[in-house]
């Protein structure tokens, strides 16, 4: 049975598209089975892979609004043992779609409960908001992954995220974690960049990944042409930090379960 995790944080600009995407890429190049998941609006995800949304005729969408089955749905990418199910714009109308539907929190759920056991790791890559299809995300995740970018106001909405990632865990997902807090655009030049990682590691100690994402151009770059950091330049800085947190998470995962 595969895990979920959702990458989230209502705070845009925190590195959580390109967590979601490099994250998918090393499990996947490190011999597991992963799906992305695309559940923001703006298919950032979907383009950083090499699709095209305008061109996509079934997204994520049709698998929750209109129940489509997702293996209809979803695409091969060019890094082996990693599939997309993609976004598109019309992601944008699923928030009002869903309002007065049964159980509304509950349908990205039912989109994956069907195929969660072909895949080891199934990635969601969270919109940028605490709307209905970032709480679908989470109450259908096993786990949690919070990307912090390592600047001034890194803990501004913070606490709202994880009061959100409660509320869920109250009423409808008991069993959600938090698989960690990940430290993003790591700058070691400047003295501000460290003062935030001491600050996070010592208010959430344990929580926080000991793997930190440098900024990194190429990291930067590698959406543009449509490739994750792996294929854009598997040597580069930011390829080996996004090896290195899949590494930490399955030697977390498989202490976990032993």
């Known amino acids: 049975m595969g895990k979920i995790i959702a990458i989230a944080n209502q705070k845009g600009g925190v590195g959580k598209t390109t967590t979601a995407i490099n994250l998918a890429a090393s499990l996947a190049v490190l011999d597991h089975k992963t799906l992305l998941i695309d559940a923001d609006p703006q298919a950032n995800a979907t383009s950083g892979v090499g699709f095209d949304p305008k061109g996509i005729q079934s997204s994520v969408y049709e698998c929750i609004i209109e129940g489509t089955d997702p293996h209809q749905v979803i695409v091969e990418t060019e890094t082996p043992n990693l599939d997309l199910l993609p976004a598109h714009i019309d992601l944008v109308g699923a928030e009002i779609e869903m309002?007065?539907?049964?159980?509304?929190?509950?349908?990205?759920?039912?989109?994956?409960?069907?195929?969660?056991?072909?895949?080891?790791?199934?990635?969601?890559?969270?919109?940028?908001?605490?709307?209905?299809?970032?709480?679908?995300?989470?109450?259908?995740?096993?786990?949690?992954?919070?990307?912090?970018?390592?600047?001034?106001?890194?803990?501004?909405?913070?606490?709202?995220?994880?009061?959100?990632?409660?509320?869920?865990?109250?009423?409808?997902?008991?069993?959600?974690?938090?698989?960690?807090?990940?430290?993003?655009?790591?700058?070691?030049?400047?003295?501000?960049?460290?003062?935030v990682v001491e600050e996070v590691k010592m208010h959430f100690q344990d929580m926080v990944f000991d793997t930190i994402i440098n900024r990194n151009t190429r990291l930067g770059e590698a959406p543009s042409f449509g490739k994750t950091i792996i294929m854009h330049d598997a040597a580069s800085v930011g390829a080996i930090n996004y090896l290195n947190l899949a590494r930490e998470i399955l030697e977390k995962n498989t202490v976990a379960r032993s």
């Open 99 to 195: 309002i007065n539907l049964p159980e509304r929190e509950k349908m990205m759920k039912r989109t994956l409960d069907p195929i969660k056991k072909e895949y080891d790791y199934i990635i969601i890559d969270c919109s940028p908001s605490l709307g209905l299809v970032t709480v679908n995300a989470l109450t259908a995740a096993d786990s949690v992954i919070i990307p912090v970018q390592c600047e001034y106001f890194a803990l501004e909405g913070l606490g709202k995220l994880l009061n959100t990632i409660k509320i869920v865990q109250t009423r409808l997902n008991p069993d959600l974690d938090i698989e960690g807090i990940l430290l993003t655009m790591f700058d070691t030049r400047l003295r501000l960049s460290k003062q």
